[in-house]
Structures are given as structure tokens and as C-alpha cells.
């Protein structure tokens, strides 16, 4: 079964600190993905995407890490900020058919002062 | 566990036809999030409702209506169909007391001819 499954499922943490989220998939095949980031209530954001064949990317202060062989992504945020309070959705493209997109649940992350 | 479920799975309407989507978010969500994906492209915002009232709005054209009943499900109704309509729509719930953690649902895929 395609699943996506992230953790932990809520996170807080103090202002300037670094995190790490966790992105684990089942989806085969697979094309990309995704990590979004997304205020209540809004669209998601997009912050990375990747293919199998990348391993890692960054956009400012979030880094993503992708391992195509154990199935597992990782969204590294530095130094936080108050306004990174958000969930951080990962998203696989199933590319068995017509590309459909796999949720995760996301990871809810409080950023404290 | 039960989730999010959308229906139909599959729709194909003509142009200047009406479809209606519905979504039947995790008991106990009070909240019902509505996203349209074009082919490649990230999942963009339409609306969302929270206790049967819009509680934000996107880019949803004005072609389109939604509403959440009072057994919170919802319904997404789109009028004088176009061929850019074609696209994946995801529902998403989430319950507002907690983590607000969003839940997606399999995605109808609506093809306009």
C-alpha cells in the first residue's frame, strides 16, 4: 500500500533552535518529493522538491535530505524562527498511473520565543 | 482508522457542464479544506470552512461554490466547466482543537472534454 508516513507529529521548540522532520514513504514507483509548508487555514508552500536521483536540497534555512534506497526524507530547519510555526506536509508523487500525489499528515511545529 | 473520503474517484464532464465533488472529512474534523492540482503543478488553495462557515478563501474562481453542512461534509459545485478545470481535487479535514494536523483525502480527478 502507498503510504506516507511523517513524524513526529508535533514539535516545539525554542526560537534559534534547529529541528529535524521526518518523511518516510512506501509509494512505489516513484517520480518526486515534496515538503510544503503550510499556515492554518491557507494553501500549502513549497519549499523543496526532489528526484530519486538527488540526495539533498536547500532553500534558506531549510535543507532536505532524501535516501532513495531506505525510503526516507528528512526537512531540516536552522536557526527558527516564530514564523516557521506551521505543519510541514511531505508529498510523493506515485507515478504508477497519472502521478498521483501521497499525503503525509504532517508535522505540526510551534516555534517558541 | 477512517478517512477523509471523497467522491466521485472519477468524473468526466463536457465543457459549460456542472459537477459536484463531496468530501467526507474524519469524524469529528470540523474543519474541510479544498485544493485544486492542474497536471504538474503544486496543489493550489481554494477554500476552506470551519464549523459550516468559509473561514478563508483562495483562488477559487467564481464558477465555483462550496458549502460544509451540518454534518460537516462538504460540497464543492462548479459551473460552466472549461477545459482548464481538468485537475486533481483533494478535500483535506482537520479538527481545530489539537494540532490541526490536515488530513488528505484520495483526490477526485475531474477531466472536462
Known amino acids: 500500500k502507498n503510504q506516507v508516513e511523517q513524524s513526529p507529529q508535533s514539535l516545539i521548540i525554542l526560537e534559534g533552535k534547529n529541528c529535524t522532520l521526518q518523511?518516510?514513504?512506501?509509494?512505489?514507483?516513484?517520480?518526486?518529493l515534496r515538503w510544503y509548508k503550510q499556515d492554518t487555514g491557507r494553501g500549502p508552500v513549497s519549499l523543496t522538491i526532489m528526484t530519486f536521483s538527488e540526495n539533498t536540497k536547500s532553500n534558506g534555512r531549510y535543507t532536505a535530505t532524501l535516501d532513495a534506497d531506505t525510503k526516507q526524507s528528512s526537512l531540516h530547519i536552522t536557526a527558527s524562527q516564530l514564523s516557521d510555526s506551521a505543519s510541514y506536509i511531505c508529498?510523493?508523487?506515485?507515478?504508477?498511473?497519472?502521478?498521483?500525489?501521497?499525503f503525509g499528515a504532517g508535522t505540526r511545529l510551534a516555534v517558541h520565543p | 482508522a477512517a478517512g477523509v473520503i471523497q467522491s466521485p474517484r472519477h468524473l468526466i464532464k463536457e465543457k459549460r457542464e456542472t459537477a459536484t465533488l463531496k468530501c467526507y472529512p474524519i469524524?469529528?474534523?470540523?474543519?474541510v479544506y479544498w485544493y485544486q492540482q492542474g497536471p504538474g503543478q503544486d496543489p493550489q488553495f481554494l477554500i476552506s470552512f470551519y464549523e459550516k462557515m468559509q473561514s478563508d478563501k483562495g483562488s477559487i474562481p467564481d464558477r465555483f461554490s462550496a458549502q460544509q453542512f451540518s454534518d460537516y461534509h462538504s460540497e464543492l459545485n462548479m459551473s460552466s466547466l472549461e477545459l482548464g478545470d481538468s485537475a486533481l481535487y483533494f478535500c483535506?479535514?482537520?479538527?481545530?482543537?489539537?494540532?490541526?494536523?490536515?488530513?488528505f483525502g484520495p483526490g477526485t480527478r475531474l477531466t472536462v472534454l
Open positions: 469524524p469529528r474534523h470540523d474543519t
Open positions: 518523511c518516510n514513504y512506501t509509494v512505489s514507483p516513484f517520480s518526486n
Open positions: 508529498v510523493v508523487t506515485f507515478s504508477g498511473g497519472y502521478n498521483k500525489l501521497i
Open positions: 483535506a479535514s482537520s479538527s481545530a482543537s489539537g494540532i490541526n494536523t490536515q488530513y
